[in-house]
């Protein structure tokens, strides 16, 4: 794959020769390059600015590689990482070790909460999901997907008025954001937020990805959500508020872009009767 200029003109600032394309796409590329050491590592460079990402970085830096990746430099709209080969928690998980894997991450969850400490940047949940709620219900919801989003949306409101407990949270923490290691388990590609414990894991009820039967299964949610709630210090139902309250950011956000997954609003309502149920 041709390298974009961003990329080209990162490689050059950071001293490190490009050998391949990990991912592309329009916020930012990345590319596994090799250092003038001769050790490998990754290369992270965005086409405009860092947007939410800035503030994960700096979460991660702070572990110094335990349960999370090494960041080695971050200059401009570039960052030099680990190269972590993994296999993901999520192939590991795909593999057919479902709750062999939800145990993991609620271990690796818990490591990161039980050390992190507040570093620059770090953006309150209610600046995340304060565009949700300034703008309309988007266009073209039936009336029942009206309903569930508004019902998310009030739930989401009254969940961040209820916060007691703000900690620094890696913001985006799921099945394929944590890599198999000589050292253990590795989270990576934080987002860097400040907010309630159960936050962390609102996101994983959706993961591993690929896997569309497991994440809209209401059995499979109330396996999983002792396990992670025992790992967060919360309660399942409240766990599984923030992950309603998660998956309606989610829904607006792919409205605002132009195309919802069908499979979100499943999610939805799998996650809303699970809820009820615990």
């Known amino acids: 794959m041709k390298a974009s200029a961003s990329i ?15 991912q592309s796409h329009r916020v930012s590329d990345v590319w596994r390059v090799v250092q003038p050491n001769g050790q490998p ?6 086409h405009t600015d860092m947007g939410n990402e800035a503030a994960g970085f700096a979460y ?17 709209r570039a960052v030099l990482m680990e190269d972590l080969p993994g ?29 992190a400490q507040s570093t620059a940047g770090l953006l309150p949940l209610e600046q995340v ?30 969940l961040l008025q209820a916060q007691t407990d703000r900690v620094p949270l890696h913001g985006d923490l799921h099945h394929d954001n944590v890599l198999n290691t000589a050292r253990g388990y590795c989270a990576f590609d934080a987002k860097g ?3 309630d414990p159960a936050y962390e894991l609102a996101n994983a ?3 591993p990805r690929k896997q569309p039967d497991w994440t809209t299964d209401v059995p499979r949610t109330l396996r999983i959500a002792p396990v992670w709630a025992a790992a967060l210090g919360v309660t399942p139902r409240h766990l599984l508020s923030w992950a309603v309250a998660k998956v309606t950011l989610s829904i607006f956000w792919q409205a605002r872009a132009g195309t919802i997954k069908p499979v979100e609003f499943q999610h939805l309502q799998t996650f809303d009767q699970a809820r009820d149920r615990v």
Request: with cysteine; proline share 4%; net charge neutral.
């Open 193 to 195: 937020m400040l907010g």
């Open 8 to 22: 080209l003109s990162a490689a050059q600032i950071f001293d490190v020769t490009l050998l391949s394309c990990l």
């Open 205 to 207: 009820f959706r993961h």
């Open 41 to 46: 590592a990754v290369l992270k460079a965005y």
């Open 87 to 115: 296999p993901s928690l999520g192939d590991y998980a795909r593999s057919g070790h479902d709750m062999a894997a939800a145990q993991i991450l609620g271990e690796v969850a818990q490591r990161l909460q039980n050390t």
């Open 60 to 76: 991660l830096d702070q572990f110094q590689g335990q349960s999370a990746a090494r960041i080695y430099r971050v200059q401009g």
């Open 129 to 158: 999901f304060q565009p949700m709620f300034d703008a309309p219900v988007p266009a073209g919801f039936t009336a029942a997907q009206n309903m569930q989003f508004t019902t998310g949306r009030v739930l989401a409101q009254t």
